[in-house]
């Protein structure tokens, strides 16, 4: 896959111009996204219904709209206040962050799992953004600044224990009985938490690898809010994911092939999303409604 091609989720489509003018420096990158976003859940600030729909926010064009409204004119000024961002969340920062590298020819995707960094005790959900720096795959995450003195460095994230861990990784420990699933979800006082709930973070991996970088709460494919159903097909995408990133080709060539040929792995056009703020919707991918 051509790393440096939009997706359909990351197209600024008429706000190009814009995003080509966000840095393609990693660390002054992830600052001018946090101008752009605020955490609807961390930032603690109690948003208006109608502010709280922008979490809704699919496409990287339908962000930047939000923000435009606003802020005409350029995403680098002025600095935002918190309350005037846009909302949204971890998924939000890492889409906007892939874009700008990819506007700028830089190969990026979004990686997803479970961060060990953000909790002593809890592995929160979590996307981060991969980005090639010419010579490997670097993973940073913008959400955070790099001078909070977070125990990783959030410019360099590990894609192992103790940084962001894929959910691949961790279905696979799950598996082998090596991990309490309790302990990875949304929130420690969540129930949307356990191995339900990694098996469908090994679809929502796959999805952002291969450019349908969805909402974290829209359920496709296989995905159920149950441990049921076929968990070897989910022990095979899992083992390819694994390979593909210890950089076996043959394997990603694999994983991407079966991707796009299986309903059970990728989203249809027309997709369930549960989302935070309130009942279960329909939400047609090709209308973008």
């Not at 197209?11 to 002054?28: C, I, K, S």
């Amino acid at each position: 896959m051509d790393y440096t091609r939009q997706s359909a989720y990351s197209d600024p489509r008429e706000f190009a111009g814009l995003l080509a003018e966000l840095p393609a420096d990693v660390p002054a990158l992830g600052a001018a996204v946090r101008n752009l976003v605020v955490h609807y859940r961390g930032s603690g600030i109690d948003f208006a219904p109608d502010r709280l729909e922008e979490i809704e926010s699919r496409w990287v064009d339908r962000m930047i709209a939000h923000d435009q409204r606003r802020f005409p004119g350029s995403l680098l000024t002025p600095e935002r206040a918190p309350e005037d961002r846009i909302v949204g969340c971890c998924r939000d920062y890492t889409l906007l962050t892939v874009a700008a590298l990819r506007s700028h020819g830089v190969p990026a995707r979004s990686r997803v799992g479970f961060a060990a960094y953000l909790d002593a005790d809890f592995h929160f959900d979590h996307v981060i953004t991969e980005w090639w720096d010419g010579s490997r795959w670097r993973a940073a995450d913008t959400q955070l600044d790099p001078e909070w003195g977070m125990p990783v460095d959030t410019l360099d994230v590990p894609l192992s224990a103790g940084g962001l861990e894929p959910a691949s990784q961790v279905w696979t420990a799950f598996r082998r009985g090596e991990l309490d699933p309790t302990g990875y979800g949304v929130h420690p006082a969540s129930p949307i938490r356990g191995g339900w709930f990694i098996r469908n973070y090994v679809l929502n991996e796959t999805a952002h690898r291969y450019g349908d970088e969805l909402l974290l709460w829209d359920g496709f494919g296989v995905m159920s809010q149950e441990l049921d159903g076929d968990l070897g097909l989910i022990d095979e995408v899992a083992a390819l994911l694994i390979a593909a990133d210890a950089g076996d080709d043959a394997a990603e060539r694999k994983l991407a092939a079966w991707y796009a040929a299986d309903d059970r792995l990728h989203p249809a056009t027309t997709i369930e999303s549960f989302s935070p703020r309130g009942p279960v919707t329909k939400v047609d991918l090709a209308a973008r409604c």
